[in-house]
């Protein structure tokens, strides 16, 4: 991989050598409810899109450790100014970014396609024009951060992102995405284990529930039975073949 700067956090890039026009590219978070892991826990994921011949850019941002939110949003923002920069060096399509992402990571890869630049998030960011996404493919991720760190859902790392945080409920509604729930959207699928004891199915019910009411090209791939992720090999199977029909579908 070939790494660039986002001008916070370093992010890994993988493009293809046997071209030199712009290509499409997954931009990837991982998980950990914002104060876990790091971009190589989940390497793994990058897999199957590389065998699809796209680009791949695996962005580390900032845990609530070091900052808490919603600093791994604004890292986000800034990873998706930075891809535009360095686009042509890494024969990127900016028309063509897919985010993507598992658990927290399922939830940045939504904020970075729903949250408008109107919220902020982005002003800290270096100079630049944030891209925007073409569609989104979003793991089991958090819809609701609210419910998660402090509703009926609470998990203890997912609150962790919020110490120290002065009007944790009011930022936790900033920062969800189904509150931008509007028909200028780009396609987003979800995928859900409706057996998930971390992220609640509930969460990407509702989101595509709330999607369904808007013209959106939108899309809930249920894994019966599953948890929150660790899906088996034909659970896999079935659903990059449902990404890749999604895609398409989607004109990229």
Request: hydrophobic share 45%; with cysteine.
């Amino acid at each position: 991989p070939k790494r660039a700067a986002d001008g916070r956090r370093p992010m890994d890039v993988y493009s293809r050598r046997d071209v030199t026009s712009p290509q499409p590219t997954l931009v990837f978070f991982h998980g950990g409810f914002w104060v876990a892991g790091n971009k190589n826990a989940q390497i793994m994921a990058l897999l199957p899109w590389l065998e699809m011949g796209w680009n791949v850019v695996n962005v580390g941002y900032r845990l609530g450790g070091t900052a808490p939110a919603p600093a791994a949003v604004i890292d986000g923002f800034c990873a998706l100014r930075a891809i535009a920069t360095e686009a042509a060096r890494f024969n990127i399509d900016t028309q063509k970014l897919v985010v993507s992402g598992q658990s927290a990571g399922g939830h940045l890869a939504l904020a970075m396609a729903m949250i408008p630049d109107s919220e902020g998030f982005a002003a800290g960011c270096p100079d630049g024009t944030t891209p925007l996404v073409a569609a989104a493919i979003n793991w089991f991720g958090v819809t609701d951060v609210q419910d998660v760190i402090q509703g009926p859902n609470m998990a203890e790392n997912a609150a962790r992102w919020f110490n120290g945080v002065a009007q944790p409920t009011a930022l936790a509604q900033r920062l969800s995405p189904i509150r931008y729930v509007r028909n200028d959207l780009p396609p987003i699928l979800s995928i859900h284990g409706d057996a998930d004891a971390v992220v609640p199915y509930a969460h990407g019910v509702e989101l595509h529930r709330a999607l369904a009411a808007t013209n959106v090209r939108n899309q809930l791939l249920t894994i019966p039975g599953g948890g929150h992720g660790r899906f088996t090999a034909e659970e896999r199977t079935r659903i990059y073949a449902t990404i890749q029909d999604f895609l398409m579908e989607a004109g990229l």
